[in-house]
């Protein structure tokens, strides 16, 4: 008998290509997400999969005592709101949510909840690279959220029992990630319309980027290793390149791109560097990044000229 498996925001970037990857290993997937009509392109291939099954509600408006059919072994949350703009909307989102969740994880007897959280509730360290024992220094009203939601994780742990894997995320890259998320997808979406790519700084500031389907890997990797008790683990690329480097690589590899590469005065507090340290993840997860920037880099793009192919 296949194992269920229940995905939150299972219709966004990193859930609905969990969900696919899911069900390729043959899992039986319960999907929480918003199926909206511009995001059809990231669920049309698993939406009428007799594996998947859509619950109707959402991480707001769940009922914590709800049964399901299907028991459910591991929940995958990754419903989130990145909107700074609306705060409260961001907060009740992405904290009351998760408490809603583990509300449904307690009262349901559901083993394990794997949380993708974010190295943004780091901040700006001086630390490099940033390992999980570094100081978070939450900057804006998201990431200070992810940690809100994160101990509220780790309590139910230490309460309930629940197994708890909070992964925090590393700038993640790949197919299906909106035109306007994230540096990646958006120097891709410049690139095939010839627009300048602007960078803060001079395009030395390095990071560790994670192509989508290596993060797949870790977040399942995760929800099956029996010695997972309560662990934060950072999900990072095996690479650190500049934004210049990738910038660069972008314009070289959309065919017959003529971006140009422009520079602007960094924003206040603007570091060097956002390295993430993947020791953890290469210990507990016994788990090493497989793709190249570059293979991660033509994927992505493949992806993004098949779906917005207009210049």
């Given at each position: 008998m296949s194992q269920t498996v229940l995905v939150t925001g299972c219709f966004g970037f990193i859930?609905?290509?969990?969900?696919?990857?899911?069900?390729?290993?043959?899992?039986?997937?319960?999907?929480?997400?918003?199926?909206?009509?511009e995001k059809q392109h990231n669920f049309v291939s698993f939406i009428d999969n007799s594996s998947f099954e859509l619950l109707e509600t959402d991480i707001m408006r769940i009922n914590p005592t709800q049964r399901v059919e299907h028991e459910i072994d591991t929940v995958f949350h990754l419903a989130t709101n990145r909107n700074n703009?609306?705060?409260?909307?961001?907060?009740?989102?992405?904290?009351?949510?998760?408490?809603?969740?583990l509300e449904f994880v307690r009262q349901n007897d559901?083993?394990?909840?794997?949380?993708?959280?974010?190295?943004?509730?780091?901040?700006?360290?001086?630390?490099?690279?940033?390992?999980?024992?570094?100081?978070?220094?939450?900057?804006?009203?998201?990431?200070?959220?992810?940690?809100?939601?994160?101990?509220?994780?780790?309590?139910?742990h230490r309460q309930y029992g629940i197994k708890t894997a909070i992964l925090r995320l590393?700038?993640?890259?790949?197919?299906?990630?909106?035109?306007?998320?994230?540096?990646?997808?958006?120097?891709?979406?410049?690139?095939?319309?010839?627009?300048?790519?602007?960078?803060?700084?001079?395009?030395?500031?390095?990071?560790?980027?994670?192509?989508?389907s290596d993060l797949l890997d870790a977040i399942i990797l995760a929800s099956k290793k029996s010695t997972i008790r309560e662990e934060i683990i950072n999900i990072g690329g095996p690479e650190i390149v500049t934004i210049g480097h990738i910038a660069q690589r972008v314009i070289q590899l959309v065919k017959r791109s003529k971006s140009k590469i422009k520079f602007k005065k960094p924003r206040p507090n603007w570091g060097t560097s956002h390295i993430g340290s993947i020791e953890t993840m290469k210990?507990?997860?016994?788990?090493?990044p497989r793709w190249s920037l570059d293979e991660g880099l033509n994927e992505t793009i493949t992806?993004?000229?098949?779906?917005?192919?207009?210049?």
């Open positions: 859930g609905s290509n969990l969900v696919e990857s899911l069900l390729k290993k043959k899992y039986h997937v319960i999907g929480i997400g918003n199926p909206r009509k703009a609306t705060p409260i909307v961001l907060t009740e989102i992405n904290v009351t949510g998760t408490v809603n969740i559901i083993k394990k909840i794997v949380f993708s959280s974010s190295a943004a509730v780091y901040g700006v360290s001086s630390e490099s690279p940033i390992t999980e024992k570094t100081k978070t220094n939450p900057q804006n009203v998201y990431a200070a959220s992810k940690l809100s939601a994160e101990k509220y994780i780790q309590v139910y590393f700038n993640v890259y790949g197919p299906k990630q909106a035109k306007n998320h994230g540096a990646v997808s958006i120097f891709i979406n410049q690139a095939m319309k010839d627009e300048s790519i602007t960078l803060e700084g001079n395009g030395s500031y390095e990071y560790t980027p994670i192509y989508v210990e507990i997860l016994d788990f090493v992806w993004y000229e098949q779906f917005y192919p207009e210049k």
